[in-house]
């Protein structure tokens, strides 16, 4: 585990591997550890990252008046510390949104991106009404007594989670802490970073899940439209966390696109 400060918050991330780097950036109630199976597979080609954003795992808590920008600034901090050049950048879900984000501030740190099942934030990729029900479901959810929170959300998986990682879902949910999660929900739901899907120059992979019911398939066939030259994989039979649910093909498509890219 490696560190940095940044304007007096820790942000925690695990480093593994030599080579070209990969920074991975998790989505909401999520932390570094779902990204176990890429930097097992991986570390062998290229400089694996995976960060505890704030907020999350062993990083500092989320300042209350935390705001997209400041997500990127730290995120930016961590690329930064890494002094191997700018890096393939990757999101799943949420943090996609902010892996756009920081390519919109922070252009120089970025060799490509890798977006995985995610959005131009919610009021970007999906309609009016959908972003209303999901308001108001985190809105109960974080609601509930501690013991009846749930912070999976419904449709995470195509099918029953992968058996492998239940212990580790199960250890990562356990760590979650509302207010960060509901900082989290607030800012994806409040984003719409459609002006900037046409001016992302660098090379974009779109890695999705073939049966996704968070962010559908038609979200990345928005992104596919609006970012030149950007390239989809489809993976099949997955979900919305697809880099657990089917972490070979996932694994495969990260490394081909990296490799031709770096």
Known sequence: MATV??????????RVGVGPPIVFLHGAAQDARVWRPQLDALADAFTVVA???PGTGRSSDVPESFVLADYARCAAAVL???ELGPVHLAGLSWGGTLALE?????KDLV???VLVDTYAGWKGSLPPQEVRARVEGARRMLAAPRAAFDPTLPGLFA????AAYVPLLEAVAADVRP????TQLSLVAETDQRDLLPAVSVPTLLLWGERDARSPLSVARQFQEAIPDAELVVVPGAGHVSNLERPEEFNQAVRDFC???S
Not at 102 to 106: E, G, L, T
Not at 159 to 162: N, Q, R, T, V
Not at 179 to 182: A, C, F, K, P, T
């Open 159 to 162: 099918g029953e989670p992968p």
């Open 51 to 53: 960060w505890d954003e």
């Open 5 to 14: 400060q940044v304007n007096g918050v820790r942000v925690a991330y695990d």
């Open 80 to 82: 930064e510390s890494l």
């Open 111 to 113: 060799r490509s991106l």
């Open 179 to 182: 207010e960060s999660l509901r």
């Open 259 to 261: 490799g031709a890219h």
């Open 102 to 106: 920081v390519y919109r501030r922070h």
